[in-house]
């Protein structure tokens, strides 16, 4: 009589499979990807950051407004797949003022990625355009500082490339690896932002007041104080690394997002607190130098939301312009033989 052996799992097998897991985030054909030969890396950065929203009742009367851009500078460190810094915003740092603040974290691996962020615009915007009934009003308001908005944004984006052996997103983003052979990726992920908007319409009409007629007043769908927004995401795209040169690489990719945003706001009607389904997209642009020891680069990462409802809707887009430089340090052991 035969009789039929069963294998049993032992804990190091289970270790085992919990090790070959975890490498396979990173694992890459090094025939298309060169993996980071350093533990450590230092970089400065500089970021111009520019920011527009657009508010409109749904009555017609619109407004747009957005701030001058801004230089922001900080350096970042990276070790492995961990990169993080901090920038400030050079032209309010004088004691009084509220200065534009981002934090970022960024966590990198062959198959996924994440991103933390934490932005704070200030209250320095302009008005760019205006539409309330009224063309005369409109030539009087463009261009007036307009202190009664500010934005902040925190939040993340988490996402996974499918073609992670060959494609290398962090090459152009985080200078972690380099990319050797053309190659594009799909990309699919979820993200997650609460966004805060601070609004004093009474400013505006007070505004009105003085430029315009009497009679010339605010529709009441531009009559909120605050507003909450929080975003929940599923983004789709594809992006493509184009090897031109040795040691160069150029970026290029976009994504298309279907957010469900859950808002809630102060204001001067009933019924605001609404529950919408819109599209966003987001698209970075990167061209980088990169010998393993020093890296250099600029990257355009620009990001656009559109908020729709019956008697209100706002539409924002913010990117940054990031120039850098870094170092990379701490050989590996495993590549200490080579040099």
């Not at 919990?18 to 500089?46: C, W």
């Not at 901090?86 to 990625?113: C, H, M, R």
């Amino acid at each position: 009589m035969a009789v039929a052996a069963h294998a049993t799992e032992t804990p190091d097998d289970s270790l085992g499979w919990l090790k070959r897991t975890i490498r396979g985030f990173s694992k890459i054909d090094t025939n298309y990807v060169e993996p980071q030969h350093y533990e450590f890396s230092a970089m400065l950065q500089t970021t111009y950051t520019y920011d527009i929203y657009q508010l409109k009742s749904d009555d017609g009367q619109r407004i747009t407004l957005a701030p001058s851009p801004t230089m922001k500078v900080g350096p970042y460190f990276g070790w492995r797949w961990i990169f993080a810094g901090y920038t400030f915003d050079l032209k309010n740092l004088s004691i009084g003022k509220s200065p534009k603040q981002e934090w970022e974290f960024s966590l990198y691996a062959a198959q996924v990625g994440i991103d933390l962020f934490y932005r704070r615009t200030g209250s320095d915007y302009k008005i760019r355009d205006v539409h309330l009934g009224d063309y005369s009003l409109q030539k009087e308001l463009e261009g007036l500082p307009f202190d009664g908005l500010s934005v902040g944004i925190t939040g993340f984006n988490l996402y996974y490339i499918f073609n992670h052996q060959r494609f290398s997103y962090p090459a152009a983003f985080s200078q972690s690896t380099c990319q050797k052979i053309s190659c594009g990726s799909w990309m699919a992920g979820i993200g997650y932002a609460y966004n805060k908007l601070e609004f004093d319409h009474k400013k505006l009409q007070n505004m009105v007041d003085r430029y315009g007629t009497p009679e010339m007043q605010l529709d009441s769908g531009l009559m909120f104080n605050n507003v909450r927004y929080l975003d929940y995401s599923v983004t789709g795209g594809y992006a493509y690394n184009w090897v031109f040169a040795r040691n160069w690489l150029f970026c290029a990719s976009a994504s298309v997002g279907i957010g469900y945003k859950h808002t809630k706001g102060d204001v001067e009607y009933e019924g605001f607190n609404f529950n919408n389904l819109s599209f966003d997209g987001i698209g970075r642009f990167g061209l980088v130098y990169n010998n393993m020891r020093w890296y250099a680069g600029t990257s355009l990462v620009l990001h656009g939301y559109t908020y729709h409802k019956e008697r209100f809707s706002a539409n924002n887009a913010f990117g940054n312009w990031n120039i850098y430089v870094g170092y990379n340090f701490g050989l590996k052991k495993k590549y200490r033989n080579r040099k």
